[in-house]
Structure formats: structure tokens, C-alpha cells
């Protein structure tokens, strides 16, 4: 289903556990950050409408898109939390430098999820335009950071009852 056919902002509280015990990571990329601060908007309410407690939400800013790797890496390292949302905006330009990013985040945060015990959630637009973005930002299809929280929170609480 292509997100044309589903709103990112969708989500029925009854189906998603409480946040209350959970801490959560956020690294946000500042390439583009008219987008990845409506994304991360996005995301932040969700989590608190959830019950998550402010103390509980740990946000570090990053460079660009491809610093996230790192940025989550260390987070998961320092900071104690149960998962970590990597928010970025990669946007076509004139070269395949969109192809390199784009790959590099996908495979760097494939691997923290292979390689660390904290789930890491991809909170990245790959768009062929900005309009593209600001739809998925908070426009017409909703916010794909709040689709972020909510498999953040959902993650997290698998790794709880998993590790009983
Ligand atoms: N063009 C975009 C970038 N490029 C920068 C890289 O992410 C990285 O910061 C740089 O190559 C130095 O390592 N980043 C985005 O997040 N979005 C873009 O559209
Ligand atoms: C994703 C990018 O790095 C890209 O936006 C940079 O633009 P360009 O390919 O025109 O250098």
C-alpha cells in the first residue's frame, strides 16, 4: 500500500501500549530541517498523547542524514534508552549523491538493529521533491514521524515482554 492510500497520522490508542516506562531516543538531521522539525513534531506528540514522560524523550541533532548512524549508535550507547527514532529528510538533487545517502542510512541503521539490542526506527523521507515531503510532514498524508513514535513505542514494548 503506497502512503498515497494511508495516513501516516493514523493511529487507535486501544492498540498500542502505554510509553510511561519507556525512554526514548531521538536523533534528528538538520539537512532540511523545515521537514525533519515538522517530523519530529510529529512524533514527539505522539508519543507523549501515549503517556511517555518528557524526562523520558533524549534529542540530539545531527549534520545530515547520513551522521544518524552514529548519532543512534552513540545514543544507544549513552543514554539507557529502549529505543532510539532516527529522523531525516533526503531529497533528489542533480547527482547520485541521493542514491549514496539514501543506501548508506538504510544499511547503517539495518545494521544498529542487527548488531545492538535497541530497536532503531527509520524516520527517513526519501522524496523526489520537498513538496513530496511537506506531505508527508504534516500534510496531506499525515506525518511519518507520528508513524515512527508509534512503531517506537510498539517495538519498545516488544523487547520487554522478549526479554522476560
Ligand atoms: N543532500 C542531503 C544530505 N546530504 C548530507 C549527508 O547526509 C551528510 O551529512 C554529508 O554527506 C556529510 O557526511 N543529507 C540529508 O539529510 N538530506 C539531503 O537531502
Ligand atoms: C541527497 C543529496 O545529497 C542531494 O540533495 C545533493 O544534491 P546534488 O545531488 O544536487 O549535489
Given amino acids: ?6 495516513n501516516l497520522s493514523e493511529y487507535d490508542k486501544n ?8 525512554r ?5 538531521s538538520e539537512w532540511n530541517d523545515k521537514i525533519t522539525e515538522g517530523l519530529f513534531s510529529g512524533a514527539e506528540k505522539a508519543l507523549l498523547d501515549c503517556d511517555a514522560l518528557p524526562a523520558n524523550i533524549v534529542r ?5 542524514s547520513f551522521e544518524l548512524i552514529y548519532g543512534a549508535k552513540r545514543m544507544i550507547e549513552t543514554q539507557n534508552v529502549d529505543t532510539v527514532i532516527v529522523i531525516g529528510c533526503v531529497i533528489q538533487g ?5 542514491d549514496f545517502v539514501c543506501e548508506g542510512v538504510t544499511q547503517g541503521i539495518k545494521d544498529l538493529n542487527v548488531q545492538t539490542d535497541v530497536p532503531v526506527i527509520f524516520c527517513v523521507l526519501t522524496d523526489n521533491n520537498e513538496q513530496q515531503s511537506i506531505d508527508r510532514s ?4 499525515g506525518n511519518k514521524g507520528t508513524e515512527a513514535a508509534i512503531a517506537a513505542i510498539k517495538m519498545a514494548y516488544l523487547r520487554q515482554q522478549s526479554s522476560k
Wanted: hydrophobic share 40%; proline share 6%.
Fill in 24 to 28: 526514548f531516543g531521538i536523533v534528528v
Fill in 60 to 64: 540530539w541533532n545531527v549534520p545530515g
Fill in 138 to 141: 504534516g500534510g496531506v498524508h
Fill in 15 to 22: 492498540t498500542i501500549p502505554s510509553a510511561k516506562d519507556f
Fill in 94 to 98: 542533480e547527482t547520485k549523491h541521493f
Fill in 1 to 6: 500500500m503506497a502512503t498515497a492510500n494511508k
